[in-house]
């Protein structure tokens, strides 16, 4: 395969864009966001019955699926004789259309990709195949994080495709001209905050503040950093938690209300933050805007530890499939060292192998040892199938503690006591 993988990958160009699904949430996010994309199959594409077809949905931007359609996808199919096809399904629908699919035997989808915090409803459905048979095509130098995140009840039913997490960017030529480093820990963290906002008379540190699923991620890695357990929260690290970002939060930049995964990146390229933490799919933007200025590293730790949520998509095969034997060639394809490597260097994507980044030069170096550093420090958030209730009362939490200054215990009780209900109902 390595042979006909770099002479695929040097030397097939191609012109098609296909469709790829838009959408997905925040620890997926892409690079083109939500972007418009086109399916152009060609003629020949048409003519050839779906049945001869491994049919994939993934979700990505116009200028990831390139990559894909360009050099990864004709490599696989000279190397197997297997054909894929790209199909676009909405990500909110995919649940949906997977369980009429499911029901009837009838299917348009062979293997797709879904976030590793939106399993829980595919699961709870029975929806997709048990792969726990093919574990062991699973590379050793595979993250074992991203294996748990696969598992239910120790039944491997997804297979490890691409991992994600957050770094923490900084404006160097800012932080060197008032003879600072980037915090290691929560004391720093706030000192660097207050000296900012002294010597400029604004915030310039920010997070994500803005009341949405992004805000909950922060909200985790500050609770566990803590030692604190989220699906308690009323426990002593949560407490610290929480206590820590009222501390903090007057002296955060006026823009973390509106931060998102993708307004973080427009804020520190105009320098209107200064620190700030975000998904790794921006950075060959910020060389090729020519702010190197913005360098990165893994984070600051709490008072217990450093911790990220992990982020990104695993595979999955619908249950009932007739194509599963394929999908698993596809995803074994997709794990391997060259095509983890291609994804590093050419779309800055975090590897889901410890041992793929080979290929990364120059600028894209100290971007990828802080990527590699926060993987080793990430934790899935976990998937729970009553999250879209759980997600009002962590934003609610944060919006009467940190943004309000309302007691924190008094509060945090009151959220646990919802968190708990919400528990009993799933037992």
């Not at 199919?77 to 629908?93: M, R």
């Not at 399993?119 to 294996?147: F, H, N, Q």
């Not at 955060?252 to 790794?280: C, H, I, R």
Request: aromatic fraction near 10%; glycine fraction near 8%; hydrophobic fraction near 35%.
């Amino acid at each position: 395969m390595k042979n006909v993988m770099r002479l695929m990958l040097v030397a097939m160009l191609g012109t098609i864009v296909f469709l790829a699904a838009c959408g997905g949430n925040e620890s997926s996010q892409s690079s083109e966001g939500n972007s418009d994309n086109s399916n152009n199959n060609s003629s020949e594409d048409k003519k050839t019955e779906n049945g001869d077809k491994l049919r994939v949905a993934f979700g990505m931007g116009e200028s990831e699926w390139k990559v894909f359609e360009n050099e990864i996808i004709p490599a696989f199919e000279q190397e197997t004789g297997i054909k894929v096809e790209p199909i676009a399904i909405e990500s909110d629908n995919l649940v949906n259309k997977l369980t009429a699919e499911v029901d009837s035997g009838n299917f348009s989808v062979d293997m797709f990709a879904q976030d590793v915090n939106n399993l829980s409803a595919l699961v709870a459905r029975d929806l997709v195949a048990d792969l726990s048979e093919y574990k062991s095509e699973i590379p050793e130098k595979v993250i074992p994080g991203m294996v748990d995140v696969a598992t239910f009840n120790e039944k491997l039913l997804f297979l490890p495709y691409r991992p994600n997490v957050e770094i923490t960017f900084y404006n160097e030529k800012k932080f060197n001209k008032y003879d600072m480093n980037p915090p290691q820990n929560w004391d720093e963290l706030l000192k660097v905050a207050k000296t900012f906002k002294q010597e400029e008379g604004q915030g310039r540190v920010a997070m994500k503040a803005n009341l949405g699923g992004d805000n909950v991620i922060h909200m985790f890695d500050f609770i566990r950093s803590a030692g604190g357990d989220p699906y308690v929260l009323n426990d002593e690290g949560s407490i610290k938690a929480f206590k820590y970002m009222q501390k903090l939060y007057p002296y955060l930049a006026e823009q973390s209300s509106k931060a998102t995964w993708d307004t973080m990146n427009q804020f520190l390229e105009k320098d209107s933050v200064y620190l700030g933490q975000n998904w790794p799919f921006y950075i060959p933007q910020f060389h090729k805007h020519g702010k190197d200025e913005i360098q990165a590293y893994s984070g600051w730790s709490g008072p217990a530890k450093e911790s990220h949520t992990l982020g990104g998509e695993v595979i999955g095969i619908p249950k009932g499939s007739k194509k599963v034997d394929e999908a698993i060639k596809f995803a074994k394809f997709l794990m391997s060292k060259e095509v983890q490597e291609l994804l590093v260097s050419e779309l800055a994507w975090p590897s889901v192998r410890s041992d793929a980044y080979g290929l990364v030069q120059g600028y894209q170096k100290p971007y990828f040892k802080a990527i590699k550093n926060a993987l080793e420090h990430a934790e899935p958030r976990g998937n729970v199938p009553y999250w879209g209730d759980a997600e009002k009362i962590y934003t609610e939490a944060f919006q009467k503690i940190v943004v309000e200054g309302q007691d924190v215990e008094e509060n945090l009780n009151k959220a646990a006591k919802q968190l708990q209900k919400l528990q009993q109902k799933q037992q």
